[in-house]
């Protein structure tokens, strides 16, 4: 089970957020995702993105997933939202079909998926730590 719940408040101007979190779930696993962005009435210009995509690798794993705005300044930029599927077919044929095997090709899917949530990230040796741990899990062989 993975549980996250967030708020995050712009209580002033040109506040800045960006969340973007990233689930896989397999087997019986359950995932919850609740996130609230408040944004204050004195908080113009606030810039506030948050984004919850997951993959469900099972039939049996479950999401539940709330993306939130609750906005009382009327000039922002806002937006919230939040996708559930399963891996693309299209794109494990066509490893598979460059003889990539099966559990490698969902690996590499499942690695460029998550690792979009790191671009972010500004400290170079903690990208590359969290990268290599992400292979690592995925069991993945990736050069860094």
């Known amino acids: 089970m993975v549980d996250h719940h967030t708020a995050v408040h712009h209580n002033f101007p040109n506040c800045e957020s960006y969340q973007n979190y990233k689930g896989i779930f397999d087997g019986k696993s359950h995932g919850v995702f609740n996130g609230k962005v ?25 999401i539940d997933t709330k993306p939130q705005l609750e906005i009382f300044a009327d000039d922002v930029k806002c937006s919230h939202g939040c996708t559930v599927g399963q891996l693309n077919e299209d794109a494990m044929f066509y490893l598979r079909a460059r003889g990539i095997s099966k559990k490698e090709a969902q690996a590499l899917l499942l690695y460029a998926f998550a690792n979009d949530a790191m671009q972010n990230i500004d400290i170079e040796p903690l990208k590359q730590k969290i990268s290599k741990l992400l292979a690592e899990k995925l069991e993945v062989d990736i050069e860094f």
Do not use: M, R, W
């Open 38 to 62: 408040f944004v204050d009435k004195i908080a113009q210009k606030t810039n506030a993105y948050q984004q919850n995509n997951n993959v469900l690798l099972s039939e049996g794993a479950i």
